[in-house]
């Protein structure tokens, strides 16, 4: 049986999951860096009440025209405040826990690359190397890609060593993983590979399941940066999960070298509630993305990632991100995996490569290329994309802040963005298949004010444009997306 098709009936199954969230939606447990502006969005599900904040941290004030926490934390610590919602005199509160710190695991989200999507089991000693020099050769590394992830299938066909210590597959990696991340870690970049939260990964090779102290303490011996910890073959319910990778989590903190654990559950059990308490500093929130603009279910397009980002924004934050899977730029349908499930037609257009390039900037999603480095399918077109160093200051701004949605119909979906300088990225996607106009209106994007005027910069060309006041019309191409950055 297909493995996305078995996955596709677990999300179906858990479909119906009641959300853990109260009516109140925050995150609780929060990170900023020290001095570098903060911001904690607050939402309620259910209506009209009052949300109010006790014992903010010197440096933090509560917006409640905007619903947000926000300021500046001079010293390091570990804070706590707490958000009320009253509403009828029913009340709900939220003690939130803000680490402040310059040691953060993840502070802005990791621009990389994972080899599932084309190199699946391939994945080799030769490879790794042969990214990490292609990122340095074409200028991706310069413009701040910066990790090399091994996905599924790096481990020994033949298992555990007999100690039980993990083992990478003596074929494939004849010099152990410790060489391949010193190379990798010698051209100035992270090393990350994978595992999963059960006996057996994804593709049945061993997982961390009951291994979980072995591991870490092999994985920091090795030098790995990165670990994405897979649910294959894990009980189903939140709850397992929670403890699954509460554990993962627990070993890597005793581990000797500081690890990101970067959690995979595909957004089912609602990980954005749970995954920072949990040790994890992103989490996956949707199926395996496919080389399509939409696709069948079991996978995600770009459409069904805009589909799930747009209700879950308050949840991303520094060290806490909502991850939108891979990035498939590139691929121009030459994948494996991510080919399944696009309705027999995997690849995209450049616009639509430039949609997911854009929105992942505007999402702070974390980003991971997935080209087979044997084949090099990226163009001279796909590197001024994956380069853009204006829409990449988005992804990697340091108040860490996911677009919220603005407006949406079947033709256009606007999202905006705070940026830690006080600017404001906006972006509209055109989902019909013809070239149409669309209007930014400032009275519907909180974070601007209608009445100033803004210098606005369209973030594709870097043209500097007239100065806008209360909004302005654009003309966008079918499926691509236009992305601006104002200032007052
Ligand atoms: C799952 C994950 C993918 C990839 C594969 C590897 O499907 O969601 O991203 O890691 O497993 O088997």
């Known amino acids: 049986m297909k493995k996305s098709f078995i996955l596709g009936i677990e999300l179906l199954l858990l479909g119906g999951l009641t959300s853990l969230a109260s009516n109140l939606r925050c995150a609780k447990t929060v990170f900023?860096?020290?001095?570098?502006?903060?911001?904690?969005?607050?939402?309620?599900?259910?209506?009209?009440?009052?949300?109010?904040?006790?014992?903010?941290?010197?440096?933090?004030?509560?917006?409640?025209?905007?619903?947000?926490?926000?300021?500046?934390?001079?010293?390091?610590?570990?804070?706590?405040?707490?958000?009320?919602?009253?509403?009828n005199g029913k009340i709900e509160d939220a003690q939130v826990k803000l680490t402040v710190s310059s040691q953060l695991q993840l502070p802005v989200p990791f621009m990389g690359w994972l080899s599932w999507n084309s190199v699946e089991g391939d994945i080799s000693e030769s490879i790794v190397k042969q990214v990490a020099d292609m990122f340095h050769a074409n200028g991706l590394y310069d413009a701040g890609w910066n990790a090399v992830m091994m996905d599924d299938l790096w481990q020994a066909r033949t298992g555990r060593?007999?100690?039980?210590?993990?083992l990478p597959d003596p074929k494939r990696f004849p010099n152990g993983l410790r060489s391949v991340a010193d190379y990798v870690h010698s051209k100035g970049m992270k090393?990350?590979?994978?595992?999963?939260?059960?006996?057996?990964?994804?593709?049945?090779?061993?997982?961390?399941?009951?291994?979980?102290?072995?591991?870490?303490?092999?994985?920091?011996?090795?030098?790995?940066?990165?670990v994405k910890c897979d649910y294959c073959n894990a009980p189903s319910e939140q709850d397992t999960a929670i403890?699954?990778?509460?554990?993962?989590?627990?070993?890597?903190?005793?581990?000797?070298?500081?690890?990101?654990?970067?959690?995979?559950?595909?957004?089912?059990?609602?990980?954005?509630?749970?995954?920072?308490?949990?040790?994890?500093?992103?989490?996956?929130?949707?199926?395996?993305?496919?080389?399509?603009?939409?696709c069948e279910p079991g996978g995600a397009g770009v459409m069904q990632c805009i589909d799930i980002?747009?209700?879950?924004?308050?949840?991303?934050?520094?060290?806490?991100?909502?991850?939108?899977?891979?990035?498939?730029?590139?691929?121009?349908?030459?994948?494996?995996?991510?080919?399944?499930?696009?309705?027999?037609?995997?690849?995209?257009?450049?616009?639509?490569?430039?949609?997911?390039?854009?929105?992942?900037?505007?999402?702070?999603?974390?980003?991971?290329?997935?080209?087979?480095?044997?084949t090099n399918t990226l163009t001279d077109d796909d590197l001024a994309i994956l380069k853009n160093r204006r829409l990449i200051a988005l992804n990697q701004d340091r108040m860490g802040q996911q677009a919220d949605l603005i407006s949406e119909s079947d033709q256009m979906v606007v999202f905006a963005k705070d940026l830690e300088n006080g600017d404001v990225a906006i972006s509209v996607t055109n989902l019909s298949d013809k070239t149409s106009e669309a209007t930014f209106d400032f009275a519907k994007i909180p974070a601007l004010d209608a009445r100033k005027s803004y210098k606005c910069q369209d973030l594709w060309t870097g043209e500097h444009l007239n100065p806008v006041k209360g909004g302005f019309t654009v003309s966008v191409r079918s499926h691509t997306t236009m992305v601006y950055r104002l200032s007052k």
């Open 243 to 294: 403890v699954r990778y509460g554990r993962m989590g627990d070993a890597f903190k005793q581990a000797k070298r500081p690890m990101t654990l970067y959690i995979c559950e595909w957004g089912v059990r609602e990980p954005w509630q749970w995954g920072a308490e949990a040790g994890g500093s992103c989490w996956r929130i949707s199926a395996d993305v496919r080389d399509g603009w939409t």
């Open 309 to 374: 980002m747009k209700n879950i924004s308050e949840y991303s934050g520094v060290n806490r991100f909502n991850d939108s899977d891979m990035l498939c730029v590139g691929l121009h349908g030459t994948g494996h995996s991510s080919n399944d499930l696009c309705f027999g037609h995997p690849g995209m257009t450049q616009d639509e490569y430039r949609t997911q390039f854009a929105l992942w900037c505007m999402w702070s999603s974390p980003m991971a290329l997935s080209f087979d480095p044997r």
């Open 32 to 87: 900023s860096q020290p001095n570098v502006r903060f911001m904690q969005k607050v939402r309620i599900s259910d209506g009209q009440g009052v949300v109010t904040v006790k014992g903010l941290p010197s440096g933090l004030k509560w917006n409640a025209k905007r619903q947000i926490v926000e300021g500046k934390v001079k010293k390091e610590g570990v804070y706590s405040y707490t958000i009320s919602y009253n509403h």
């Open 161 to 166: 060593a007999v100690d039980g210590k993990p």
């Open 191 to 226: 090393f990350g590979l994978y595992t999963d939260a059960a006996d057996k990964t994804c593709a049945g090779a061993f997982g961390s399941y009951g291994y979980e102290k072995i591991d870490a303490d092999q994985y920091a011996e090795w030098n790995v940066d990165v």
